[in-house]
């Protein structure tokens, strides 16, 4: 693993303060890790358009970055200022929107119906129904015809009820489970109904 791909104590620690300022917002007590990442990034390939909500210490964002993607087609939204600040400075060829993924982005407006995969490690099992429900309109508006939305969660089940997917139109398949993790993290892939691979 080289210097680049290796979290810095510098991230654990932003990771650390980032929780103890707001634990709800962070949602776990440890950042994602390199077996998480790697099984998420296997989606991607050179000339996918990706965004990524929540990227935290940028641990999966390397993995994407490292499959090819281009700087130009990540883009990254972070709520937490301490995150966002070590992603700028980290990736300075990427963009890092500061806002809640659950509202709309000014600087996603040009992407809409373009992005192929929206990755997130938002804690959606915390989030309200309506929060859920806003976050899957924001991000299949963005989404292409085929794109799909990778969660992440640390439950045992797709944190969005299916009563609610399927009012939506979309489909939820776990594709993968990570019991490496701290904790184990099961990975979902939600679709639109008839596209979901």
């Known amino acids: ?8 104590a510098l991230a654990y620690g932003r990771f650390l303060r980032s929780w103890l300022n707001d634990p709800l917002a962070v949602g776990a007590l440890a950042p994602s890790g390199r077996s998480l990442a790697r099984c998420l990034a296997r989606e991607f390939a050179p000339g996918h358009r990706v965004v990524e909500l929540g990227p935290g210490t940028g641990i999966v964002t ?5 499959r090819g993607v281009q700087p130009s087609d990540l883009v990254l939204v972070e709520r937490c200022a301490g ?40 804690p959606l099992v915390l989030f ?21 939305l990778l969660q992440f969660t640390y439950g045992g089940r797709c944190p969005v009820a299916k009563r609610d997917l399927e009012r939506q139109g979309l489909v939820a398949k776990c ?23």
């Open 1 to 8: 693993m080289t210097q680049q791909q290796r979290p810095s």
């Open 62 to 66: 390397r993995e994407i970055l490292a």
């Open 83 to 122: 995150f966002a600040d070590h992603l700028e400075q980290e990736h300075p060829a990427l963009t890092v929107l500061r806002g809640d993924a659950t509202e709309p982005q000014q600087g996603l407006v040009a992407l809409r119906g373009t992005v192929d995969f929206v990755v997130s490690g938002l």
């Open 128 to 148: 309200s129904r309506e929060q859920k429900l806003r976050l899957l309109t924001e991000c299949f508006g963005l989404l292409r015809e085929g794109g799909a």
């Open 175 to 197: 594709i993968g489970f990570i019991a490496l993790n701290m904790p184990p993290a099961f990975i979902y892939r939600i679709a639109r109904a008839g596209a979901a691979a």
